[in-house]
C-alpha cells in the first residue's frame, strides 16, 4: 500500500510550528508495513490544497491530510479538499448530532461552517475536540492538532496495512563516503535495503521482508564495520 501525507499550515513553512504530525503518522504507518511515498507541507490555500489532493488521490492508495480543520478564516482544508472532487461544502447532519450528544453542542453553539462537510463524505468524530474530520473516497482529513489528530486516526487505522517490513540498525564511527563499496556488497549478498544517516556518527539502517534475512545482514556488516560505541 501506498500513501501520501499532507499537512496544511503556514505555520509549518513558516517554521513556527514543528511538523510533529507528519513525522508520528510516517512511523505508524510504516510499523503497518505501509509505504510512505510523498510527505508534503501546503499552506492555507484553497488552490494549493485542492491540486496536491487531486494529484496525490490519483497516484497513490490513500492520502492522509491533516490541518485547517474549523470553522476560522485560515481553516479551509474541507472546502479545499470538496474541490479536489468537484463537490460543495454542506452541513452534515450526522457532524451536527455526534456533536450535539457527545460534546454537549447545540447547532446555536457552534460557529458557522464547523459541521460543513465535503458532499458525500464520511464523518470522522473528533472524540479529543470539536471540527470533525471526513473521509471521502481514499482520502482522510485529520485535524492538525497532535492529540485530536492521533485520537482520530486510530478510527481509521485499519484502513492501512501491508507487509510488515523488518529493521535494523548498524552505528559505526567511519565516515560514510568510506561505506559505499562495502555497502554494494552488502546488497549483492543479502536482500535488503540501505540507508545511512550521519550525525556524530553514521546510523545505518538495513530493512527487508524476512528478518531472517535482515538479521543476517546486520551481522555481516557489524563484523566489518569499526563500530560506534555510545556513552
Known amino acids: 500500500m501506498q500513501v501520501a501525507v499532507v499537512t ?29 511515498e510523498r510527505v ?7 488552490g494549493d490544497i485542492a491540486r496536491v489532493v487531486n494529484e496525490y488521490h490519483a497516484e497513490y492508495d490513500a492520502v ?31 457532524a451536527a448530532a455526534w456533536l450535539e450528544e457527545h460534546g454537549g453542542y447545540s447547532a446555536g453553539d457552534l460557529v458557522e461552517g464547523t459541521t460543513h462537510l465535503p458532499a458525500g463524505s464520511k464523518m470522522l ?18 485535524p ?5 489528530m492521533k485520537r482520530m486516526f486510530g478510527l481509521i487505522v485499519d484502513e492501512f496495512a501491508g507487509e510488515k ?4 540498525f548498524v552505528h559505526t564511527s567511519e565516515p560514510e ?4 563499496e562495502r555497502f554494494e556488497r552488502l546488497q549483492d549478498e543479502f536482500d535488503v535495503t540501505v540507508g545511512s544517516y550521519p550525525s556524530d556518527h553514521v546510523r545505518v539502517k538495513l530493512a527487508g521482508r524476512d528478518e531472517t534475512v535482515v538479521e543476517a545482514a546486520a551481522a555481516w556488516l557489524t563484523e566489518r564495520v569499526e563500530l560506534y560505541e555510545q556513552e
Do not use: K
Request: glycine share 12%.
Open 177 to 180: 563516503s568510506s561505506l559505499i
Open 8 to 36: 496544511v499550515g503556514d505555520e509549518l513553512l513558516s517554521g513556527d510550528t514543528t511538523n510533529t504530525n507528519a513525522t508520528w503518522l510516517c512511523q505508524e504507518l510504516t510499523e503497518r508495513g505501509v509505504s510512505v
Open 64 to 94: 492522509i491530510v491533516t490541518g485547517g480543520l474549523g470553522p476560522t478564516h485560515d481553516d479551509v482544508t474541507m472546502e479545499a479538499v470538496a474541490a479536489a472532487f468537484g463537490r460543495s461544502l454542506e452541513r452534515h447532519d450526522e
Open 125 to 142: 468524530p473528533n472524540e479529543e475536540g470539536v471540527a470533525p474530520g471526513a473521509a471521502i473516497a481514499s482520502v482522510y482529513v485529520l
Open 144 to 148: 492538525g492538532v497532535p492529540g485530536e
Open 165 to 168: 517490513t523488518h529493521v535494523a
Open 40 to 46: 508534503t507541507t501546503v499552506p492555507d490555500r484553497i
